[in-house]
């Protein structure tokens, strides 16, 4: 089976983002790349109230029939709006030089969409918000948080600001188990060759700890990557964005599920808060 990059589009600001980012991981992952678009022609909404029972019969019938052919005229409205947008998003990746992209368009929600494919998806690009969320700034998308929650690709968050090719990219790791397999995974993949490599441990800078965070190193540099290690004290998350800004990280890179106080951060609360914050792309590994 083909394995894709599958970038996730809709009507939102982020589209064009999206659309850069996954041309560029599908040219650095030598991986075809495919645009996804789910038409939800029944998106959660108080605008439509449902006043038909306290209609008489004729009437009633009268306004079913009508909303009905209104559903099916917006219906239609979606698909060819879907259907420009994927024929854009395309044309946009090939300028940026992927040769092959492809697209996709499916009735219904985004992240059953996305669990449809998922055995074919190998990197899942998405925007930090969708089209329904698209001017609250200070919000993070429903979708995003179900996809995160529900799927086990890797995902790559990307925000509003505008693709910049990474350079630095900061890897949050805890010493965990899933942190390892998470190393392991970026030392085996060509997605951040020629980019350094920040391995950062928000820990108490113990022999321990300095162990841990020396082996995460020596595995990134012996698949030939630029790798170095750094241990800070703090809160996790007030930490991870301090280092950032310090060292001009265009990408944050984590694991979904971890232990200690990064476990809390990623799968509790503070996860919302982490990619609501989120300034540059994060790319969670699962």
């Not at 329904?132 to 995902?155: F, M, T, W, Y």
Request: proline share 3%; glycine share 8%; with cysteine.
């Amino acid at each position: 089976m083909t394995e894709y990059v599958m970038a996730a589009i809709d009507g939102s600001s982020f589209s064009e983002s999206v659309c850069d980012y996954a041309a560029w991981a599908s040219r650095a992952l030598s991986t075809p790349l495919q645009f996804l678009h789910a038409v939800d022609n029944h998106p959660p909404t108080v605008e439509d109230p449902d006043l038909s029972g306290s209609l008489r019969l004729g009437a009633r019938e009268t306004l079913l029939n009508e909303l009905a052919e209104l559903d099916e005229k917006r219906a239609r409205i979606n698909r060819e709006q879907g259907r420009l947008m994927l024929e854009e998003a395309c044309r946009r990746a090939g300028e940026k030089g992927v040769s092959d992209a492809r697209s996709r368009q499916r009735n219904g929600t985004l992240v059953d969409t996305l669990a449809e494919y998922e055995s074919e998806t190998r990197l899942l690009v998405l925007g930090k918000r969708g089209e329904n969320a698209d001017q609250a700034s200070g919000h993070l998308g429903s979708n995003l948080e179900r996809v995160v929650r529900e799927l086990r690709r890797p995902i790559l968050m990307v925000p509003r600001t505008g693709f910049k090719a990474p350079e630095n990219v900061m890897i949050a790791f805890d010493g965990s188990k899933t942190a390892r397999k998470g190393v392991e995974m970026l030392a085996k993949s060509p997605l951040f060759h020629g980019v350094a490599c920040h391995v950062v441990s928000v820990s108490a800078d113990t022999a321990e700890h300095r162990m841990a965070l020396a082996w995460a190193v020596d595995v990134l540099q012996q698949a030939g990557l630029e790798a170095e290690g750094t241990i800070r004290a703090g809160e996790v998350e007030a930490t991870l964005h301090a280092f950032e800004a310090d060292n001009n990280i265009d990408m944050t890179v984590m694991g979904a599920y971890g232990h200690s106080r990064i476990r809390q951060f990623l799968v509790g609360s503070t996860t919302t808060s982490m990619l609501r914050n989120a300034h540059i792309p994060v790319l969670i590994l699962r």
